[in-house]
């Protein structure tokens, strides 16, 4: 074992403080985001967008709807919103006073961390895409959302994902005109394998996302906003 290297004037302290994952969600924070006055327990939504244009309008809507919700932005999810003529600037115009936003600006989905200070009682998915599901329905975790999943269900943290192939016909909105998908049978199969993950709820449908979400308002004694604006 080779001697230590003594320290010299021009050495780093060794004490310095380790980033927090409070350190690391205010850098991926929206400008603006207050993410250092501590929250209360489990007492917030995660609710993480993906690249999937399938009711994404319909998704958003109803995440507006939900009391003290912060929106987790994957890269996708932002390249898909200006493409469906939703920018990334106007989101906040859908959304009550009180939305903070992620996104993803780093590989280690380092925001993931907040889900440890116990901020969160529920991780929402939706629009789902099928690469996403996939990648829940086999542990795979190499984006912010899928992250935010594996992470929320080791904790014991309820999720719900819209997925969005999960009949052997889907008519969906395209940013320009709507298109008819058949899913293959790999995709529809790792739609039935997620919803046998642990903490994982799966929705099909904007009313079964509207349904599951009542349910965890109802499970938290809350309540819908009554307005978005």
Not at 76 to 90: D, G
Not at 110 to 121: E, I, R
Not at 177 to 201: F, G, K, S, Y
Request: net charge negative; charged share 20%; with cysteine.
């Amino acid at each position: 074992m080779s001697a230590a290297t003594p320290c010299t004037g021009n050495c780093t302290s060794s004490t310095s403080r380790s980033p927090t994952p409070i350190d690391a969600l205010a850098a991926a924070a929206d400008d603006g985001d207050d993410f250092d006055s501590p929250q209360p327990a489990r007492s917030r939504f995660a609710w993480c967008l993906t690249g999937s244009g399938h009711y994404l309008e319909e998704s958003l809507a109803l995440a507006a709807r939900l009391p003290q919700l912060d929106l987790f932005l994957s890269r996708a999810a932002e390249e898909v919103l200006a493409i469906y003529k939703l920018p990334f600037e106007s989101l906040r115009e859908r959304f009550p006073p009180g939305l903070r936003i992620v996104r993803d600006k780093s590989a280690s989905a380092v925001p993931v961390g907040m889900l440890y200070t116990d901020v969160y009682h529920t991780v929402v998915i939706a629009p789902a895409t099928s690469n996403t599901v996939a990648k829940c329905a086999w542990g795979i975790s190499d984006t912010l959302p899928t992250n935010m999943l594996a992470q929320a269900g080791k904790l014991g943290i309820p999720g719900i994902v819209f997925a969005c192939d999960t009949e052997p016909v889907v008519v969906t909105k395209a940013p320009h005109d709507w298109v008819t998908l058949r899913p293959r049978r790999i995709e529809l199969d790792n739609v039935e394998r997620l919803r046998a993950i642990d903490h994982c709820q799966v929705v099909a449908s904007p009313a079964e996302l509207e349904a599951a979400l009542a349910g965890r308002l109802q499970a938290l004694a809350l309540a819908w906003n009554t307005s978005s604006s």
